[in-house]
């Protein structure tokens, strides 16, 4: 389990997901982790990684976006002298260099399309072929991939092969927004202020209970990253500090306003267990109890509208 440890949180979306990737980890199998932009893909892909029978061997990380179009191919098949202007000897790809190993291909919804069709080709014969090669070699790699695009709307659009999709969705892992598992905000937060708090010799601060409420409230558009980089700036800035919602950057307190002004408690109060049993009856007759809609309706991973579906002992369809 301590290979995992990196993944921090308790809500019930991440536990079923670590449930989910240790499993996969014992086995050889293709791997497709999805998620938005900052919810720790690449730490995911290495917990898994080292858990694996390949944990002793290498292990290469790609982010398909960062290279230009043209070198993409080269760089994870590998080129043969003269190829192509400036191939001045054989060069080594990806696949030669993971060869028993695991390679994580980060942002696999920017390879281009005839990159594609030669990684589809490795995953069904295990061949690779490199540039200006007319011979085939033969590696041994599994192949991690990850994704922070909705591949089903590229392959809609003609940008993303859906064979590829196939073979890649073996078995796909999907991180949840932070949105979506607040309540592991301030475990997270935690985590991170003693990082800083080591890294730069100062005492850690803390948040207040109505500082983390306005945190649990916010959207994080760059989710565990972004809740980091707050983290780092407020250790420095208020190291030792009570945090108070005025000390957040005001994106922060703008959206707590607006968020306070859609629903106003009763005067008489509310029984809160009844009122999430009745939104959550009431989001799975709307979807005609489809789960995943449900969950996307009341802002949750579908995850934790499974836990709480048991938790109320709700029927549904």
Not at 187 to 202: D, G, I, N, Q
Not at 274 to 288: C, F, G, H, V, Y
Request: net charge neutral; hydrophobic share 40%; glycine share 8%.
């Amino acid at each position: 389990m301590a290979n995992f440890d990196p993944i921090i949180g308790q809500s019930p979306a991440i536990e079923a997901l670590i449930r989910s990737a240790r499993i996969v980890a014992a086995t050889d199998v293709t791997v497709l982790i999805k998620g938005e932009t900052g919810t720790g893909k690449e730490v995911l892909a290495t917990a898994i990684q080292k858990d694996s029978p390949r944990a002793n061997k290498p292990f290469i990380t790609l982010n398909c976006a960062a290279l230009p179009e043209g070198l993409v191919e080269s760089e994870i098949f590998g080129h043969k002298k003269g190829a192509f202007t400036g191939a001045i000897s054989d060069k080594q790809g990806l696949f030669q260099a993971a060869d028993g190993g695991t390679l994580f291909l980060d942002e696999i919804n920017s390879l281009p399309p005839g990159i594609q069709s030669k990684l589809l080709r490795f995953l069904e014969s295990g061949e690779c072929l490199p540039v200006g090669g007319t011979k085939p070699y033969m590696v041994n790699v599994r192949v991690i991939a990850a994704s922070n695009a909705d591949l089903n709307k590229l392959i809609e659009n003609g940008e993303f092969r859906q064979d590829l999709y196939f073979r890649l969705n073996v078995v796909p892992l999907e991180l949840p927004a932070l949105h979506q598992r607040t309540e592991d905000i301030e475990e997270l937060a935690k985590h991170f202020f003693a990082h800083f708090s080591a890294t730069h010799s100062l005492e850690p601060p803390t948040f207040s209970r109505q500082t983390l409420k306005t945190l649990r409230g916010y959207k994080w558009p760059g989710n565990i990253r972004e809740l980091r980089n707050l983290c780092e700036r407020l250790s420095i800035l208020l190291s030792g500090k009570v945090i108070e919602p005025e000390n957040l950057p005001h994106e922060f307190n703008r959206c707590t306003t607006k968020a306070n002004s859609d629903f106003t408690l009763p005067e008489l109060g509310l029984h809160l267990d009844a009122l999430e049993a009745d939104m959550i009856l009431q989001a799975l007759n709307r979807t005609k109890g489809n789960r995943s809609k449900s969950a996307r309706l009341l802002g949750i991973s579908r995850d934790t509208l499974l836990y709480r579906i048991q938790k109320h002992g709700l029927a549904t369809h």
